[in-house]
């Protein structure tokens, strides 16, 4: 009896280990899922508005000179500005940024993902619990600029004889 | 033709048919072992809890290699933030159903052919129709059934594993955002790539389990026998996981 018992507790253990790992994965993984998160480390919320956010994800880092000062926790639209609102969780320990900084959206490399970048000001006043960061700018968007680019290459080039060959027929 | 060769055809056509009746009285001696759960507990317990640790440690290393490999791959085009990504997409689809399996094959597969075919060689099974039990619904299908249910879940667990080796490597060593890491997967991952992972592991949770079974209980009743079934075992296991693994990719996309 004492055996049988093990052995059904022993079976007992696998079989909710292998649904908690099933549950995982069809909840923590696909886009479509609802997730737990993983607890943002405490610290304070702030917002920024941006005219396009690209890419940016919920989760993406938040970073100042290059280092990961927070993460990005809500990405909303405001109807009011017609803007992307963005709410921000900056760590505790960096509570000194001036509240002219100016946040961006950036590139981790070429094919990379977004994350906030924030130039700091030269105030010094702070940025608190609630604050908004007026500055912005957006996301580089690469098919815009490839379109500005040709745009300004195929009227350069209407009138020069160099690169007419290769332009639209 | 020779007379060889055409009795090896016959021989081979003949194996066929049997393992394919097999399968069909296997399924209908399904609906009665579940009856009797507690034999199919015995064997979830069999091939999946006892296979645990060596499914968790594989999949931890096969997570940590794949964010090195991922991690030197990415880096060269400045894309190592697609880390998540591509570890999550390649355990998900690929790694996790098929290592799973092919362990699965050589750990519980095996147990499952020597065990039945030593059933056979010692006359047990005899013994059991002579007592009017019927062994394909006491000891076959108890045994399929057990494989069916453990190899899926033991596919989820090393995922699960191998996506947590994946960030070690990832995230704690190579330094590639926490953030980045999980917020590109989650975005990139539809339901629909977990799915593929989850119809995968129950077919080859099925097919093992039927070869397992099969073999075993049409082993020679010697003690050469039952080690040419265990061997045979392995390496159907191993062809049909990686020829129905094609089949369902190309199903899938």
């Known amino acids: ?169 | 033709m020779s007379n060889g060769s055409r009795e090896g055809v016959q021989e081979a056509l003949r194996k066929t048919g049997v393992t394919a009746l097999f399968f069909g009285r296997l399924l209908a001696a399904c609906v009665p072992a579940l009856a009797r759960p507690r034999l199919i507990i015995a064997q979830v317990y069999n091939a999946g809890a006892r296979s645990l640790i060596i499914i968790m440690l594989s999949g931890l290393f096969t997570g940590m290699v794949l964010g090195l490999q991922g991690y030197d791959l990415l880096q060269r085009f400045g894309a190592t933030s697609a880390l998540g990504i591509a570890a999550a997409l390649s355990l998900l689809k690929e790694l996790g159903p098929v290592l799973t399996a092919l362990l699965f094959a050589g750990r519980a597969g095996t147990a499952l052919t020597s065990e039945i075919g030593l059933m056979r060689a010692t006359d047990q099974l005899t013994a059991m129709e002579v007592m009017a039990v019927d062994p394909m619904r006491h000891v076959a299908a108890p045994r399929f059934l057990g494989g069916l249910i453990a190899l899926p879940l033991l596919t989820a667990i090393f995922i699960v594993i191998g996506l947590f080796g994946a960030q070690l490597v990832g995230v704690q060593m190579m330094g590639v955002d926490r953030g980045i890491f999980w917020s590109q997967m989650q975005s990139a991952i539809a339901l629909k790539d977990v799915t593929e992972g989850v119809v995968k592991s129950v077919v080859f949770g099925a097919v093992l389990s039927l070869i397992a079974v099969n073999e075993g209980y049409h082993a020679d009743p010697t003690a050469e026998g039952v080690g040419r079934a265990t061997t045979r075992t392995v390496v159907a296991s191993s062809v049909m996981t990686l020829l129905l693994d094609y089949v369902l990719t190309a199903a899938f996309l």
Do not use: C
């Open chain 1, 1 to 169: 009896m004492r055996a049988n018992r093990s052995l059904e507790i022993g079976t007992g253990l696998f079989v909710l280990l292998g649904l908690a790992a099933l549950l995982f994965l069809t909840t923590q993984l696909p886009s479509s899922g609802m997730k737990f998160g993983f607890g943002t480390p405490p610290g304070y919320q702030v917002t920024a508005e941006f005219d396009n956010i690209g890419d940016l994800k919920v989760g993406a880092p938040v970073k100042m000179a290059g280092v990961r000062i927070g993460e990005v926790t809500n990405i909303g639209f405001d109807t009011n500005s017609e803007r992307a609102k963005v709410w921000l969780n900056i760590h505790k320990r960096y509570n000194q940024i001036p509240v002219d900084s100016f946040a961006s959206i950036d590139t981790e490399g070429l094919l990379g993902g977004q994350y906030v970048s924030i130039s700091p000001g030269g105030l010094t006043t702070y940025l608190k619990n609630g604050s908004r960061i007026m500055e912005t700018q957006s996301a580089l968007v690469l098919e815009n600029l490839i379109n500005k680019f040709f745009a300004n290459f195929s009227s350069k080039s209407g009138s020069g004889s160099q690169g007419g060959s290769k332009g639209p027929k």
